[in-house]
Every structure is written in C-alpha cells, then in structure tokens.
C-alpha cells in the first residue's frame, strides 16, 4: 500500500472523530468540514516526510481547530472577535486536545455528528445525504449518483438539510441556555438516540442494497453502513441491538454476489447460487448474532438477523427451516409492526400452508400497502400459485407500474410471461 493509500485510510477512520470534536468546539457543520479538510491537506503534505502522529484524530482535531480559529479571524477583520464563549465549550478546553482526547470523550462527539445527522426534522432522504457527506466524507457527485439526481439538486439538498439543522439549533438557544442544544447526551436520551442512529444506518444500507447492480455506487453505501455500524459497536460494545443490526447488514451484504445474474435480472433468495456468497461475512454475522442473542434482550434487529441467519444456515433452499422463520416473523409483528412485517410472514406462511392460506394473511394489507412494489409482487406470485392467473396479472401489472428499477420491471416481466394467455 502507497503512503498515500495509507494516509487516505487514517483520514477516513479519524474522520467521525475530529468531525464530531470540531462541531463541538465550531457548533457549525460547515466551518467544522471547512477546518476539517484543511487539517488533511496539511495531513497529506506533512505526514509522508514526518510520519503520521500517534493520535491521527488528535492531531488532526488541533490543526482543524487551530485553522478555524484563524479562518475566523480572517472574517471578522476589522470587527471585534468574539467571546470565547461564542464559538468554545468550555469544556473543551485546549489542554484536552493537546492531553488527547479520551475515548469517552470521543464517544459523545460521534454519537453527537450522528444524531445530528438524523435530527428528527429531516426526511429520511435528507438524513442519509447529510451522515454520508458529514460522517462518510463521500463526495456529492458520489451521493448524487446512488439518489439518480443531479450533483446541484443533492448540493442543494444537503445545503437545505443543514440550514433546518441550524434553524433548529437556533431556536433551542432562544429558548434558554445555549450549552442545551450542544451538550453531551446522558444516558437515557442516549438510548433513544441510539435507537434512531441506528435507523439511519439501517437506511444508509437499504438505499445501497436496493440500488443494486444498476448503481455501482450502490454497493459502497452497503459498505459505509456496515463500517458506521462497526464504528457503533465500539462505543456501544455490550448493545445487542447494535450487534443484532451489524449481523443483519452482513448477512444480507453476503449475498450481493448472487442477487443479480449475468444479465443484471433479479435472482430470488431460493434460486441463488449460495456458492456465490461470502462465506467469512456470514461466520462473522452469525458469531455477532450469537453474542447479541446471549444478552436476553431482542429486538427487531436481532429478529430479523436471526430470520437471515436460517436463510445462511440453510445448504440449499429446500432445506430452509420455514417453521422456525414463521414463528420469528410472529415474535418481530408484535416486537415491531407493520404491515410490510405481516406481508413477509405471508411468503413463510405460504411455504407451510400453501398460497391459499397466505393470500388470506394479505388481503387486509391492501388498503396500507397499495403503493408498495414488493406487495404487489408478492401478491400476485401467490395467486399464480393458487392458479387465479387473471388476478395474477392485475396485480404483476400493478407491481411493474410501481417498479423502483429496471431490474424489477424485468423481473415482474418474466412473471407475466410465465402466465402466458393463461387466464
């Protein structure tokens, strides 16, 4: 590897770190990325010659820091600088950075950079752009690219998700002391912090799995999930829930190699090549699922790596353990649920009891799902099996309507041509 290589590897990892102490100390997204970027050019024309310090982070947050400052300077010219106060906490005091940062105090600033990146009056779409510009650093050619949008229209939409966020800072600090809307989360807003980080990290992963083989971009959204969630696992090394999310993204990424055939189509679950998935991500998984089911506390993430997990277990698609799956979808509906939950209860159902038995299960779901792709699917692949072709190809015909990709029109295609001039 190129020292280059090598350096570009210790930017990435320190990058939630200094980012996260840097909007402390800044309490602004963009001078924080501003003073960032400027620590790791001085980075990359210093560190070959010298050598990268011990603590990357560390010396990367005191050069970022110490550039804001002067930065700040600049602009105010002839204009007064500001109180300390206005731009520090004070308990970030500068001996702490010159001492290191502990890891504790680390932990906050990231947990912090990631809820701030989800802050709850975001859309989703806003939520992911933001954590994979902000904690990723990926370029907004690069997110552009996984959205199918023009680099202007994401630049605007993370321009606009950051004005929300300062807006929303802002009113905070009308509304009493100006540390709150900045302040370190305690241990019981952590949690449901915690909660909603993970959601986002779980989205991060669903835009790349769902891009597929049409967006090569795609799969490094997988991986960015997958690396924010290890990096989660870190500061929260005894949640199971987190453990439970990290084995359910790598199982499902294990089998990116066989969901799409030569041609770029859809290869369902039961008819994938399991020769073609990644061995070492499924042991992984399935020893973090170990771990996280040994804490005796599930969830939804937990459930849901488990029910992949039959899938992984499984040496050929006959051998799949459906009672098992049908009683875990049963325990996720009432840990979590949902009617996109029930729809897949309904596909193990139909494997134990038939297709009559599983449209049964669905047909309440109508009214809640009618603008979902995947229930129109699957509908209609029930029916064909319960040979009712005419309203098979009504429903193929409503799932192709809503089809997210090619490769999901092309597939719902290959259905309706299985059903001929049958009716």
Request: proline share 5%.
């Amino acid at each position: 590897m190129s020292d280059l290589a090598h350096i570009e590897l210790q930017l990435t990892a320190a990058r939630p770190k200094a980012l996260g102490a840097l909007y402390r100390y800044f309490r602004d997204l963009d001078m924080a990325e501003e003073a960032f970027q400027e620590a790791c050019l001085r980075a990359i024309r210093t560190w070959p010659d010298k050598g990268p310090p011990r603590d990357p982070a560390a010396w990367l947050i005191l050069v970022a820091r110490n550039s804001g400052v002067d930065e700040i300077r600049k602009r105010a010219r002839n204009a007064p600088l500001p109180e300390e106060a206005a731009f520090s906490d004070l308990s970030d005091a500068e001996e702490d950075i010159a001492e290191r940062l502990d890891n504790g105090h680390y932990r906050d600033d990231i947990l912090r950079l990631m809820f701030i990146c989800c802050h709850p009056d975001l859309p989703n779409t806003q939520q992911i752009a933001l954590a994979l510009r902000i904690i990723s650093g990926l370029s907004v050619g690069q997110i552009a690219r996984a959205f199918l949008v023009s680099e202007s229209a994401m630049e605007q939409r993370i321009t606009r998700a950051k004005a929300r966020i300062a807006k929303a800072q802002a009113c905070r600090i009308e509304e009493g002391d100006p540390a709150i809307a900045f302040e370190a989360p305690d241990a019981q807003e952590r949690a449901g912090r915690l909660t909603t980080v993970a959601a986002m990290i779980y989205l991060v992963f669903n835009e790349g799995y769902s891009a597929g083989i049409n967006n090569p971009d795609g799969a490094a959204f997988c991986d960015e999930a997958i690396r924010l969630c290890r990096l989660l696992m870190r500061l929260f090394p005894s949640e199971p829930e987190v453990m439970g999310l990290a084995a359910l993204m790598l199982l499902q990424h294990a089998r990116s190699a066989a969901r799409f055939d030569g041609n770029g189509e859809i290869v369902l679950l039961e008819d994938q090549d399991r020769g073609l998935w990644d061995r070492q991500l499924i042991a992984e998984a399935l020893a973090m699922l170990d771990k996280a089911i040994r804490h005796r506390k599930p969830g939804p993430y937990q459930v849901q790596a488990a029910i992949a997990a039959l899938h992984a277990r499984a040496g050929a698609a006959g051998q799949t353990d459906w009672g098992e799956i049908s009683l875990l979808y049963e325990l996720l509906e009432r840990l979590s649920p949902s009617p996109v939950v029930t729809l897949n209860r309904a596909v193990a159902l139909s494997k134990l009891k038939g297709a009559d038995a599983a449209l049964e299960l669905v047909a309440p779901l109508g009214a809640a799902l009618d603008s979902y792709f995947y229930f129109h699917g699957v509908r209609g692949g029930l029916l064909m099996q319960a040979g009712r072709q005419a309203e098979a190809r009504q429903a193929f015909d409503r799932a192709i309507a809503l089809a997210n990709s090619p490769a999901e029109a092309a597939h719902i295609r290959m259905q309706i041509d299985r059903l001929g001039g049958c009716e």
